[in-house]
């Protein structure tokens, strides 16, 4: 696997990138279209150019706390599109499909287990033997849970024993 260097965005690859979405059909939700859309942009992936869209330049993308419309529209779209995120974005329209993605993964989905951590034991000693690695431990002791959920759970034991200690 060939790994490129990443390298901040210049003001000209910017401009570049904006008119080749205006160029290849802005209101095109198909995913496709990047590759075209790449191909102004030289030494860019479609990848790359996707995400600089999506999280730095196009304007209808929200920032901060979800509403409960946009929840919804989530939840229309995951069960119409499954975790195809760059038509899941589409219809959530104030989203990007990284912000999609993180929200279903870590909030809505409801596969997540919601129960009362009763582990606070098992998760210490995992990440004694594991270090940070969320999604490892997630993964063998905790399946169900999120590697956001146990992240959030560590710093929370480890603070109130910080504080009482």
Same mark, same amino acid.
């Given at each position: 696997m060939v790994h490129?260097?990443? @390298? =901040?965005?210049?003001a000209e690859e910017?401009?570049?990138?904006r008119d %080749? +979405? $205006?160029k290849e059909d802005p209101g095109n939700p198909n995913p496709s279209r990047w590759h075209a859309i790449a191909k102004h942009v030289p030494n860019r992936t479609n990848k790359d150019c996707r995400k600089r869209w999506v999280s *730095?330049? !196009? =304007?209808d993308v929200s920032k901060g706390g979800w509403s409960t419309e946009e $929840?919804? @529209?989530? =939840?229309? !779209?995951?069960?119409?599109?499954g975790t195809r995120w760059s038509l899941v974005a589409s219809v959530v329209q104030t989203? *990007? =499909? $990284?912000?999609? %993605?993180? @929200?279903?993964? $870590?909030t809505l989905n409801p596969a997540i287990d919601r129960t009362n951590w009763s582990a606070? %034991?098992?998760?210490? *000693? !995992? +990440?004694?033997q594991h270090g940070k690695l969320w999604t490892k431990i997630v993964k063998l002791y905790f399946p169900g849970r999120t590697g956001l959920s146990a992240k959030n759970r560590y710093n929370s034991i480890t603070r109130s024993t910080e504080t009482r200690g």
């Open positions: 490129r260097q990443r @390298r =901040s965005w210049t910017d401009r570049l990138l %080749a +979405v $205006d *730095n330049i !196009a =304007s $929840d919804e @529209r989530l =939840s229309v !779209a995951i069960e119409k599109y989203r *990007n =499909s $990284d912000q999609c %993605a993180k @929200r279903w993964r $870590d606070e %034991a098992m998760l210490l *000693n !995992a +990440v004694k």
